[in-house]
């Protein structure tokens, strides 16, 4: 299932709807206001897509490394994937159109997790291993990099309007949520 939040400006989350999929799934990532793009464990399937109502549909125009099922993230910023290989230490960005990519390697790029589009089309990335955020180009370029002050930061999700941003992390013993003033 997929829970449809909201975020007041106060911080306070809301539950505006659930979702109900067919299948289970490990990472989402917004299209546009109405459909997600999920990523699941179904190596024949592992791109579908999902609307609010709960319309499911797949992505079969796209081919993926075989690494990108061990604790990968993604998201779909334009039309571009940026998916993420802990164990390798790699960003790899896929263009949809021509099914072409590249791997994105840096010493910044320590065991990338989650990921999410940030302002101006540029790409943040979470690096559990240093415990920082990377910024990259779409072009794949390393832009710069934050200190979170968190342990294994996990997820990052930028504010709709693009001034803020979240990053929590996955420390069962210390968890937490972060905001942040979107760096611009």
Not at 30 to 40: A, P, Y
Not at 99 to 114: A, E, F, M, S, Y
Not at 127 to 132: F, I, L, P
Request: aromatic share 8%; with cysteine; net charge positive.
């Amino acid at each position: 299932m997929i829970a449809l939040l909201s975020v007041s400006r106060d911080g306070d989350i809301l539950l505006m709807r659930w979702v109900v999929t067919s299948f289970p799934f490990q990472v989402i990532s917004k299209i546009d206001t109405q459909s997600f793009l999920v990523g699941t464990w179904d190596k024949e399937k592992p791109l579908r897509t999902v609307d609010v109502l709960g319309n499911e549909g797949y992505m079969s125009n796209v081919s993926l490394p075989s690494t990108f099922y061990k604790g990968s993230e993604y998201i779909v910023l334009a039309k571009l994937l940026a998916l993420t290989v802990p164990t390798q230490n790699i960003v790899y960005l896929k263009t949809v159109e021509n099914n072409t990519g590249k791997l994105v390697k840096d010493k910044r790029i320590l065991c990338p997790v989650g990921v999410c589009a940030g302002p101006r089309g540029t790409i943040f990335v979470c690096c559990e291993d240093n415990h920082c955020l990377v910024q990259l180009s779409q072009q794949g370029d390393v832009l710069t990099s934050y200190d979170v002050s968190m342990q294994f930061p996990r997820y990052v999700r930028v504010s709709r309007d693009g001034t803020r941003m979240a990053v929590a992390n996955a420390n069962k013993n210390n968890g937490m949520i972060k905001l942040f003033k979107t760096p611009s």
